[in-house]
């Protein structure tokens, strides 16, 4: 995480928020035609950006980076299963906007996915990342008790 700390906790680069749903499917679709390599240490946006072979966390974090820079709200870099039958952990974005709360996953999506379209058994946050905050996720059932 120390590689990218300077990428999470860097305030928006632009006044207004520049950023559509347009402008992100561009974004991921971009991140998504990048060849997939996993790599054990976490790759900065500059490498991701160089076309080099990248894994989900690399591409999560570029896209993070992109949207910060022009203004993006309410993101958060999020840490989780993909689908509750993962073996895995999987990264991706959360980003809660008036127009509604989207999940980026420029690993297998050129698109935003609105959250409320997503089923109980998917993208399912362990820890989330906004700025410089770390957050644990907490299920509903851990709720409960």
């Known amino acids: 995480m120390a590689r990218i700390r300077g990428t999470l906790t860097s305030s928006s ?3 207004h928020n520049r950023v559509s749903l347009f402008v992100v499917n561009h974004w991921m679709t971009q991140l998504r ?9 976490w790759q900065t946006p500059r490498q991701v950006d160089s076309g080099a072979p990248a894994d989900c966390k690399g591409k999560a974090v570029a896209l993070y980076r ?4 022009n203004g993006a709200r309410n993101l958060r870099l999020v840490i989780g299963r993909r689908t509750m039958w993962s073996g895995t ?3 991706w974005l959360e980003w809660n906007t008036a127009r509604g709360n989207y999940v980026l996953d420029p690993t297998f999506n050129t698109n935003a996915i609105p ?8 993208y399912l ?5 906004a700025g410089a905050k770390k957050f644990r996720a907490q299920t509903a059932r851990s709720a409960h008790h």
């Open 125 to 129: 946050p362990l820890y989330a990342y």
């Open 89 to 91: 952990t999987h990264a």
């Open 13 to 15: 680069g632009a006044s």
């Open 115 to 122: 959250s409320q379209k997503l089923g109980h058994h998917s």
């Open 33 to 41: 035609n990048v060849p997939y390599a996993y790599h054990r240490v």
């Open 66 to 69: 992109r949207m910060k820079a």
